[in-house]
Each structure stands twice: as structure tokens, then as C-alpha cells.
């Protein structure tokens, strides 16, 4: 059971309160070339992407959030760092969110001015600490730990409440996934806003995704994170499949077709790897609720996938199908995927 935490509308897309964990990601190019910005903003939607953050370096890519902003249909988080001033054009300018840093966005009367204008666009902001950026009172009092990235990122929002924002989310990441899921399990306990879980430079795509996956998977679980990013040195588009996968593992997602497959042993008599590698190819464009099993022999096959709509598993001339378990159909081993693939295409309605 997920935690309940406070509503915030991003852009029409609600996040915390009950709604599902959202998936977001954030663009590698330039703000200012509206042009490749929208392309990848709309391969992310596409690809399932439901909230994007642009950076935001100088004025020209704040004043180009509202060409952006004009082309895509997802809601558009503008990322600021070191200047109020930034924040305020974004938003002037279109933007459905913003994210600071309180580590650099500067004193309290820069805040002040950024809680204004947001106030005015009625939009919310995320408080994104991380290590890199935790203010130093806190790093002389506590060293970089969990605690010293917690009371960073409260600081702020205790800054934004005084002058009457209260549609915030919060982030506290890190590179170290014992440090994130300790900072992230401790700011659960002291706020009800929603959380935008991460990992933040967590690496090129394996160890990236083993990283989001330890750190955002035991939070997950925990019933923390409100929305999230699984952060990666490669195409962004990888970054919304990994977060898919992520949050069909941990049972948040149930609407897709879910692939068992045995990693094989000396009994295995047929190729059932490169079977099990086109079925999951096959099946990720689909939206439905089915477990379908390749297994790699006839001994334990059937049995140990019995809780699967359909299954395969195989011999050295001839495999069998099952439901449930239960085998319907013998068939020789050179006509065994044909047969596999009408079968599936049955249960999914084609």
C-alpha cells in the first residue's frame, strides 16, 4: 500500500494522493532548439513518458518553454539551478512545474520571489536536493548523510510554505542506492508531499538500471514514490522502458502481457532462449493482463508455470503447449512456434 500522500496537479496530470506512480524523464537536448526538444519530448510520450523536465541554462532556453510548451501534450517541468530570475521567466512562459535546487537557487528572498510567481501561475515545484548541492549548515552539522539531504530539501519548502506555496514535491537523491533509499525512507517520515524518487548519476544503462532498480524497487515496495525517474547515460527513451519494466516487477503496473521464462539447465533439449526473446519482443506493444510461459523442458515446465494462461516447453523433437498448466497440444519441434504464436494471438483477441 502506497503511501498517502498530499494531490499536486502537474499540467492536468495528478501525482501523489492515490494516483498511479508517474513516469518521468528529462531531455539531453539544448531548451533553445525547439525543434529537437519537441522530437524527443514526443519519442518520450510515446514511449510512455508522463511528465518531462527541460534544463533551463540561460534565457534563451526560458524564453523558449513557450514554443516548446505550444508543440507537446505531456506536462512541461522546467529545471533551474542558481537563478530565481530563470525560474521566473520559465513560468512567465509557460512552464507546468518547476524544479529548484536549494542548494543554489540562492537565499530566502530568491525563493520568495520564485513562491510568488508561483502563486500567481498557480502551478507546483519540486524541492530536488542531492548530494552535490546540500547547503553547507547542514553538511558542517550532520556530514553528507541522509539526514543532512533531508533537512536541505525541508529547509526550503518550510521557506515556500511561509510565503504561501503548498503544491510541492520533494526529491532527495544520490548516487550511493543505500544512501537514496535511507534519505528518501527518512523524508517519508517527516512530510505527507509527494516524492520524486531517483538515482541520480547512476551510470550508462546496466548499471544504471541495476542501481534505479535496488534503490527505487525496496522504495517502491515501501509504498514511497509518487513519481519517478530511472536515470541513464543513453537515449532518454531507455530511460521510460527501464521505469515500465520497474514498475510491472514491483506490481504496480498489471496491465501487460508477462513473460516467464527458465534461464535453462542440462535438460533443456531445444532452443528455448531465442523462443522466449521473440515472444517478449512480440508482446511489449500489447496492454493486457496475460502470463505466458517459455520453459526449457517437459520435466518441470507445465508444473512450475501452472499459474500461466499459456506456456511452452519442449523436449528434442517435440514440445507442448499448456494452459494453466494443463498440456492442450503435442506438436513437433520445427512447427512448435508457429503454433505457439496462434495461440497467443488468440488470448489477445487478433
Not at 39 to 47: F, M, R, S, T
Not at 51 to 61: C, G, K, P, Q
Not at 95 to 100: C, E, P, S
Not at 313 to 325: E, H, M, T
Request: net charge positive.
Amino acid at each position: 500500500m502506497n503511501k498517502l500522500t498530499k494531490k499536486v496537479s502537474v499540467g492536468g496530470v495528478f501525482v501523489g494522493g492515490g494516483a498511479s506512480v508517474k513516469i518521468q524523464s528529462m531531455c539531453t537536448a539544448k531548451t533553445s532548439d525547439i525543434g529537437a526538444t519537441v522530437a524527443q519530448i514526443n519519442a518520450l510520450e510515446q514511449a510512455g513518458c508522463e511528465i518531462v523536465r527541460v534544463s533551463v541554462l540561460d534565457e534563451a532556453d526560458a524564453l523558449a518553454i513557450k514554443g516548446v510548451r505550444s508543440q507537446i501534450k505531456i506536462p512541461l517541468v522546467a529545471d533551474i539551478h542558481f537563478s530565481s530570475k530563470l525560474a521566473v521567466t520559465s513560468i512567465e512562459n509557460g512552464a507546468d512545474k518547476v524544479r529548484i535546487n536549494p542548494g543554489n537557487i540562492g537565499g530566502e528572498n530568491e525563493i520568495k520571489l520564485v513562491a510568488d510567481c508561483i502563486k500567481a501561475h498557480k502551478i507546483p515545484v519540486r524541492v530536488g536536493a542531492n548530494t552535490g548541492s546540500i547547503e553547507k549548515e547542514f553538511l558542517a552539522k550532520y556530514g553528507k548523510n541522509e539526514r543532512s539531504l533531508v533537512e536541505s530539501a525541508l529547509k526550503s519548502v518550510c521557506v515556500l510554505e511561509k510565503y504561501g506555496v503548498n503544491d510541492i514535491v520533494i526529491s532527495v537523491k544520490a548516487s550511493s542506492v543505500p544512501l537514496t533509499v535511507g534519505a528518501y525512507r527518512l523524508l517519508a517520515q517527516k512530510t505527507d508531499y509527494p516524492l520524486h524518487i531517483g538515482v541520480t548519476e547512476a551510470g550508462t544503462e546496466e548499471m544504471a538500471v541495476v542501481k534505479s532498480s535496488a534503490a527505487l524497487g525496496a522504495l517502491l515496495l515501501d509504498g514511497i514514490g509518487d513519481t519517478l525517474r530511472v536515470s541513464i547515460t543513453d537515449d532518454p527513451v531507455k530511460e521510460i522502458l527501464a521505469a515500465k519494466r520497474l514498475l510491472r516487477a514491483v506490481g504496480l503496473d498489471k496491465n501487460f502481457v508477462n513473460i516467464i521464462s527458465c534461464p535453462t539447465c542440462g535438460r533443456c533439449l531445444w532452443n528455448s532462449m531465442a523462443l522466449a526473446k521473440k515472444v517478449t519482443s512480440y508482446v511489449e506493444q500489447f496492454s493486457k493482463p496475460l502470463k505466458i510461459a517459455v520453459m526449457g523442458c517437459v520435466v518441470n515446465g507445465p508444473g512450475e508455470a501452472k499459474d500461466c494462461d499459456i506456456g511452452i516447453a519442449g523436449a528434442q523433437d517435440y514440445c507442448v503447449i499448456f494452459k494453466n498448466g494443463e498440456i492442450i497440444k503435442k506438436v513437433p519441434a520445427d512447427k512448435a512456434e508457429k503454433e505457439f504464436f496462434k495461440e497467443i494471438n488468440a488470448l489477445l483477441g487478433l
